[in-house]
């Protein structure tokens, strides 16, 4: 990601809809996961620890992130609650002597070149029972320059997406569209983006635009306890090894 990106997001990410939305999101996958007591959990690509506080409710927590500044932030944040160390995949992945019961990746794949081998990787880090929960980005026709601010490899389909976790060797246990409701704007915002050449960020919206989103958008919660979402803008899914 840009550095920019990442002090952008370090600077909103505990008020912005999206990604107050996208924790409820994860939030309501890990309630559904039964993980054992105390489990280990590994964050792949932490950024600047926004997700931390979420994932240490459901156990022991550590993490690693590629880039420095971001790197920097996330242990100044967690403090003593997590180990976060550098590492990037595939090549660099650190606590290799441990296992865990769930590694997290979310909105990390679309980063990496090699995210087949990312992911052979990491199963060599994951406990025989353990699972993946992995969030990325969806519809290519949506690639923009908010894509290319984050730096984005790609967007997937859920077709690719289901081809790379069967290369992979792995199985999904869990699979579901998010950002439902919201995705019609999402069209009309990436378009104005194309015409205009211009980007918005993750800049934090005005107070009433803000709660109205997000509103709308941790609503998904609810409906994810009963069923899978049939469209969305992102795409969730829980792996197993085979």
């Known amino acids: 990601m840009d550095p920019k990106a990442y002090v952008e997001m370090a600077n909103v990410e505990s008020q912005h809809w999206w990604f107050i939305g996208r924790r409820a999101v994860t939030n309501t996958f890990l309630d559904s996961m039964n993980l054992p007591p105390k489990a280990s959990i590994l964050e792949v690509g932490c950024g600047t620890g926004g997700n931390l506080p979420l994932l240490t409710e459901f156990g022991q927590v550590s993490a690693f992130e590629m880039n420095p500044q971001a790197l920097i932030i996330a242990q100044e944040r967690m403090a003593s609650k997590c180990q976060i160390n550098y590492g990037c995949c595939p090549e660099d992945v650190p606590f290799l002597n441990q296992r865990f019961d769930l590694i997290c990746l979310f909105d990390v794949l679309e980063h990496i070149d090699d995210e087949l081998q990312t992911l052979t990787q990491l199963q060599t880090i994951l406990e025989e029972e353990g699972r993946l929960l992995i969030t990325v980005p969806l519809h290519d026709w949506l690639f923009s320059n908010h894509d290319k601010f984050l730096h984005h490899k790609r967007r997937y389909s859920l077709n690719r997406f289901k081809d790379l976790i069967l290369r992979s060797n792995l199985q999904i246990e869990r699979i579901s569209y998010f950002n439902f409701f919201l995705f019609p704007a999402a ?41 899978d979402l049939p469209i969305g803008l992102s795409l969730i899914c829980s792996v197993k090894k085979k």
Do not use: A, C, V
């Open 187 to 227: 069209i009309l915002t990436r378009i104005k983006e194309r015409l205009f050449n211009t980007h918005t960020g993750d800049r934090l919206p005005n107070k009433l635009t803000n709660t109205i989103l997000k509103f709308i958008f941790t609503s998904e919660k609810y409906f994810l306890k009963y069923f």
